[in-house]
């Protein structure tokens, strides 16, 4: 489909997902998070898609929620009663929390490259990602807090379990920025890279690499490492062997096998 907020390509079994607003720091808009589960969900049917990386165009990632959406809330959920005004609110918030969640929920990996700022929305992006890397020059601040308002379409819920509670109160508390060093002594990203260049060098070959991977063992990997992530350890191990009792003899197990025994890359099916 033709994007008005994004640049969707697909390469090498590789989707980028660019945002695509530099103009306005990438701000996110109402098209925008129309724009991103319709992406989610097209990288997650498409077969020949087996890693994602979302970046930003320009000179920052994201600056996060654009104003103008928030200060067009007032008209949205507009009506004579109150309740049901605060009820429309609440759906809205509902409806901006699945946006983000479609990436979560996308079966391929998706891999955040951030420059520059990562801001408000932008921290609800990424958390939801399954991994994040930097550029030295990328900064990051749960901003939400220096316009009077509580985080809600997802860091507060994700950034603990990246972070650590302390972390994450210090952040949300705070909205200062954190520095692409600090980003990575506190393991909000995994990797920093000296340059954006570098950066979207690297991350595409982390991309390139998980593509070549098994993508029915890549799949079962994402669904069990999010599983756990809000269950117990006997949880997880009890869903692990269901999965693996359906998953496991697959032609991907088989193929992987004859590939080491002759000591080529295996190739797996889409």
Known sequence: MTYTTLDVQLADKVATITLNRPERANAMEQAMWDEIPLAMQWADATSEVRCVIIKGAGKHFTAGLDLGLLAGLAVQVADDDEGRSHEKLRRLILKMQEVLTSIEKCRKPVLAAVHGACVGGGIDLITA???????????????????????????LQRLPKLIGEGMAREMAYTGRFVGAAEAKEIQLVNRVFESVEA???????????????????????????????DHSVADGLNYVATWNAAMLMSKDLFEAGRATVEKRPAQFAD
């Open 129 to 155: 990602c399954d991994m994040r890397y930097c550029s030295a020059d990328a900064r990051f601040s749960v901003k939400e807090i220096d316009n009077g308002l509580t985080a809600d379409v997802g860091t």
């Open 199 to 229: 950066l979207h060098i690297g991350v595409l070959e982390l991309a390139l690499n998980i593509a070549s991977k098994s993508p029915l063992a890549i799949r079962g990997s994402k669904e069990m490492i999010t599983y756990t992530r």
